[in-house]
C-alpha cells in the first residue's frame, strides 16, 4: 500500500528526481533552439542566439537554486538562498542589459557609420 506520510528524504528523493529530468527536457530545448538559430538567414539571429544564452543562464540558475532550497535546512536557510539568488539575479540582469546596450550601440554606429 502506498506510503501516506512520506519522509522527508522521500519527498527530497522525488523532487530530486523531478528536476533531474526537468534539466534534460531543458538541454534538450536550447540544443534544439540554438541549431535552428545557427541554420537561420534572419539578420537577428545572433541577437536571438545572445539573448537564448542569458535565457539559458536564467534558467539554470533557476534550476540550481531548486535544487539548493530542496536541501535547504530550514525556513531561515531557504530565504537566505533566495536572497541570495535575487541578488545574483540582478546582477546577472544588470550585466546582460549592459551587454544588449553595447551590441546595439555597436550596430547603429555601424549602421550611421556606413553613410
Known sequence: ????????????AALTEALGRLRKANTDYF????K????????IASQAKEFSSFMQRNVSATFDLSDKLIHA????D???LQADFFQDQMR??????RSMSESAMKAA????GRS
Open 36 to 43: 535552428g538559430l545557427a541554420s537561420s538567414p534572419l539578420p
Open 78 to 80: 531557504a530565504l537566505k
Open 31 to 34: 540544443e534544439m533552439l540554438e
Open 109 to 112: 554606429g555601424g549602421l550611421f
Open 1 to 12: 500500500m502506498a506510503e501516506i506520510n512520506p519522509s522527508v528524504e522521500s519527498v527530497r
Open 73 to 76: 535546512k530550514d525556513m531561515q
Open 92 to 97: 546577472a540582469l544588470t550585466d546582460h542589459a
